[in-house]
C-alpha cells in the first residue's frame, strides 16, 4: 500500500475527529514522526489517516494551575523546550524531551504522538512515568499514565477516544532529578535503555524505558533510594528489567544498562556524596 492510496481526513473540530476515529482502521496522526516510519515499514496499515493539525489551537498549550502542570497533546518537543513554565517546574520532562532526535524531529513531533505510539523506548514516557502522569482523553477523562499503557503500541482505549494531553504536578523546588539515555549513536537515536529520576527528602521515583513491554517504575529501587542505597537500587533496576534481545542489543546488556544508568544518573545529580541528601549512607 502506498502512502497516496490511504485517504487522509482533516478535522475542524474536536467531536469530528473522534466520529472520523470511530471507523475501524482509522489511525490519527499531527506531526507523523513516529506514524510514517511505522507506515513505511509496514507495522500500521491504516484505513485512513485522521489529520488533528487543525486541532493545534485547541490542543496545543502549556497551562499552570496551581500545583498543577497541563500539556495539549499537539504541543511539540521544541515548545516543550522552549517553555520557560517547563524549564522550571517540570525540568524532568525538560531533560527527557532534550534527547528526543535532532531539532526537525522536535518541530514535528508532539507529545500526544510519543504517547500515542505507546513505544516502551519512547523518550518522553520514562519522565511522564516518574512524574505520576495523568493522560487527558477526550478533553475530560484522565487515566494514570501506567494504566493507559498495555504494551508496544497497545493503549487502553477505545474507539473514537483521542489523547488530548497530559497533566501532572509540578516538581518541587527541593527536588533533583535526571534523565539518562543509552543509544547506539550521540544524537538521533532510538533508546537502548533509558531512565527518569527524581530525588527529595523522603521521596524517590525511577522509571526505566526500553527494558519491558512498557515503561516500568521500581518501588524497589525507590525504596532503597530513600533509605540511601544507590547499590540497592541500581540492582533493583536490572532485577525489574525484563529487556528483549535484537539487533540493536542483547537482553543481558540492556539489563545491566538500566541499573549503570541509574547509577549515572545519581552521580550526575548528587557527585561523589550519592544518596546521602535523602538519607543513609551511600553504599
Known sequence: MLQADVPVYTPATLAEARQLLQEPGTRPVAGGTDAMVRFKDGVWRPTAWVNLLRLRGELAYIREDGDWLEVGALTTFSELLASRVVRERAPLLAKAVRTVGGPAIRNMGTIGGNIG?????????PALYA???EVLVNGVTTIGIAELMLGPGRLKLQAGDL?????FRAQAPDEVCTFEKLGL???HAISLASVAVRLAPGMARVALGAVAPTVIRVPDAEAALVAGHAAAAAAAAQEAARPISDVRASAEYRRAMAGNLLLRGLMRM???NLVSPI?????
Do not use: E, F
Open 117 to 125: 505510539t505507546a513505544s516502551p523506548a519512547g523518550d518522553s514516557l
Open 131 to 133: 512524574l505520576d502522569a
Open 163 to 167: 489523547i488530548t494531553g497530559v497533566r
Open 279 to 283: 538519607g543513609g549512607d551511600p553504599r
Open 270 to 272: 548528587l557527585g561523589p
Open 185 to 187: 549513536r550521540a544524537a
